[in-house]
């Protein structure tokens, strides 16, 4: 360039010319010695480094327009990487977005890291879900017979009165038949064998109950047990000689012992005797 002055050439990049000394006219920047921030604007999302963001100046405040991470300057509250951003809080990825925090797939959403209901391993058997309506009749009368029978062995089964005349005083008292006859746990163990035997048979499909035995011998076996122990007690009066007899409680575990092995072993008794007839045959 010449000097405005003494038309002395100098280089480009002088600011003072070597003849006269000069001032120079200040040539426009190049590309080349562009300040950081002076790069075009880049596309939303793109990275930018820290060099690219210009420096805010002593007479610019925070937050000021056009201030670095002013709202809509890079950074900002709309800029790439703020708030409302690509990959900001709003964002896709972001907080609120598809797949973050709250999001479907989220945290705290359906299939998310804090649902508690977490989809079941592949291979896993199948959940317990009670439905009354896999037991049969005749199962659900054995499960409330055998529970009436079960209960009844607390309550009072024998009981006993004394002084009949004006000259001895009067009482009575009763036993339960678990007091009386200990081994009337058995029953117990028996009756909730059962129960729980058909409860879960109510749970549970059937196809996934294997058992070594069949449903219908196996209910034979297990009220048929627990009819016969409830007999021995009803007929086993304790200190029967001392004037001991029978309460209402003994009653009602009789009954219900009948009442749920009638409905299983009448039929298997039945079936026994026709096919035991049919295989007997006419006689010559």
């Known amino acids: ?29 190049s590309a080349a010695s562009a300040p950081p921030w002076a790069v075009a604007p880049q596309p939303a999302g793109a990275f930018q480094p820290a060099s690219a963001v210009p420096p805010r100046g002593p007479f610019q405040a925070a937050g000021a327009p056009g201030a670095p991470g002013a709202p809509g300057a890079p950074g900002g ?33 359906r299939g998310g890291y804090a649902e508690l209901s977490q989809p079941r391993p592949a291979g896993a058997g199948p959940a317990f879900q009670l439905d009354l309506r896999r037991l049969t009749q005749v199962d659900r009368i054995v499960a409330g017979a055998s529970l009436i029978a079960m209960i009844s062995i607390w309550l009072p089964w024998y009981s006993v009165t004394w002084g009949s005349d004006a000259f001895e005083s009067q009482g009575s008292a009763s036993f339960s038949g678990t007091s009386l006859h200990g081994w ?30 069949s449903h219908e011998r196996l209910l034979i076996i297990g009220t048929g047990l627990q009819l016969l122990l409830i007999l021995i007690a009803f007929a086993d009066i304790p200190y029967g000689n001392l004037g001991m007899g029978w309460g209402w409680a003994a009653f009602i575990g009789l009954l219900a012992a009948i009442a749920a092995a009638a409905p299983v072993m009448v039929p298997a008794a039945r079936s026994y005797l026709e096919s035991r007839n049919a295989n007997a045959g006419p006689r010559g």
């Open 1 to 29: 360039m010449n000097c405005p002055q003494c038309q002395s050439p100098n280089s480009e990049d002088s600011a003072f010319c070597t003849t006269c000394g000069g001032r120079l006219a200040a040539a426009a920047p």
């Open 77 to 109: 509250y709309n800029a790439p990487n703020g708030y409302n951003a690509p990959n900001g809080y709003n964002a896709p990825n972001g907080y609120n977005a598809p797949n973050g925090y709250s999001a479907s797939g989220g945290y705290g959403r």
């Open 184 to 213: 009337l746990w058995l029953e117990f163990v028996v009756a909730l064998l059962l129960i729980g035997y058909l409860v879960l048979r109510a749970g549970f499909p059937e196809s996934k109950i294997s058992l070594p035995v």
